[in-house]
């Protein structure tokens, strides 16, 4: 009987051990995650001490439906590697990504950005990035479309009426930002913001859902050809030019290529100031690398891309493919 107790004690210790050694795991696998979702890992430096976040935008006023980037730097100001974690969209959270308030309009709304189908489903954008100290980091959000958080609905335009507006990054939240949102005043645009549809919204931030393609196919093409002039037409060539490249992986050698140049070009020569500029050219040079002989194109591209756009979060990885001059061997003797 003594014996059968001492087992039974021995056990129950066993048991109680087992439950406080997963407790443990548990807390230090939380914190961990914990850690990534405020923007750092391991080592021992937090996202309020290792790493800065600073939130611009360009100047307005912007347009109805017209979309607001915002351009993020991560810095790392510790003296240890950080791992912080890129702003994917369509998290929504207890705050979501961005919040949104209207001039003396109380609280504002929290939205969460928009993410396609294949990105929802699949998690895609989730994966951090490592920041040696002293290290930087650039990303660009569209303030475009979003879903309210805790409400579930639709897609929606964030900026549907005009006003003036403050945006508050969850991020960054003592860094509001002001837009100010027009009418459209020419008739071109207002027709072109007619045009500019949440499904032509969609494929400009890169929805290849099919249903959802077509529609918005048409009614970019015709903002393209019918409304150049217009606010909304680099929106649409850009829309055009990632919707062809997702469709076929668009190369110089293939039957898209002139169409998918016609639609860079565009924004290219005719809005040398424009947001998208910079990312017109990166696209476009990346294409004629694909292209036999095409490498002298892509080196002018991204020589025109580095004096024009000499700031450009692009320009560090991009010069390592295209502005590296190539190895020549040495005769020999």
């Known amino acids: 009987m003594r014996r059968f107790k001492l087992i039974m004690i021995v056990a129950s ?81 207890s705050d979501g990504e961005v919040t949104v308030k209207k001039k003396d309009a109380g609280k504002g709304t929290s939205y969460g950005l928009f993410v396609t189908r294949r990105e929802e489903i699949a998690l895609i954008g989730y994966k951090p990035v490592s920041l040696k100290p002293g290290g930087k980091y650039r990303q660009r959000l569209w303030v475009l479309l979003g879903r309210k958080v805790g409400a579930g609905g639709p897609w929606e335009f964030i900026f549907a009426t005009p006003g003036h507006y403050e945006v508050v990054l969850s991020r960054a939240p003592k860094q ?34 099919r249903t959802i393609a077509k529609v918005g196919q048409e009614a970019l093409q015709d903002i393209f050809r019918n409304h150049a002039k217009s606010t909304y037409a680099p929106y649409a060539a850009m829309g055009m030019a990632k919707y062809l490249l ?44 694909h292209q036999d002989n095409g490498r002298t194109k892509a080196r002018e591209l991204g020589l025109r891309l580095r004096k024009e756009h000499p700031d450009n979060p692009i320009l560090p990885d991009f010069g390592k493919i295209i502005l590296k001059p190539r190895k020549t061997s040495k005769p020999k003797g």
């Not at 898209?256 to 040079?285: C, G, M, Q, S, T």
Request: charged residues 25%; contains cysteine; proline residues 7%.
């Open 13 to 93: 210790l066993a048991v109680a051990c087992a439950f406080l050694c997963a407790d443990a795991r548990t807390k230090v696998s939380a914190t961990s995650r914990a850690a990534v979702a405020d923007g750092t890992t391991q080592p021992a430096a937090t996202a309020a001490v290792g790493a800065r976040i600073s939130v611009q935008t360009q100047k307005g006023p912007f347009l109805i439906k017209e979309p607001v980037p915002l351009d993020i730097t991560w810095e790392n100001v510790s003296e240890k590697p950080l791992m912080i974690k890129p702003i994917r969209g369509g998290q929504g959270g």
């Open 176 to 209: 509001p930002l002001r837009v100010h949102i027009s009418r459209p005043k020419t008739d071109e645009d207002k027709t072109a913001s007619a045009l500019f549809s949440e499904p032509a919204a969609k494929m400009f931030l890169g929805e290849n859902y």
């Open 246 to 289: 997702r469709r076929t992986k668009v190369s110089a050698r293939n039957a898209d290529f002139p169409a998918f140049k016609n639609y860079l070009e565009r924004i290219i020569e005719k809005h040398p100031k424009h947001v998208l500029h910079a990312e017109a050219l990166y696209r476009l040079a990346r294409a004629y690398l």
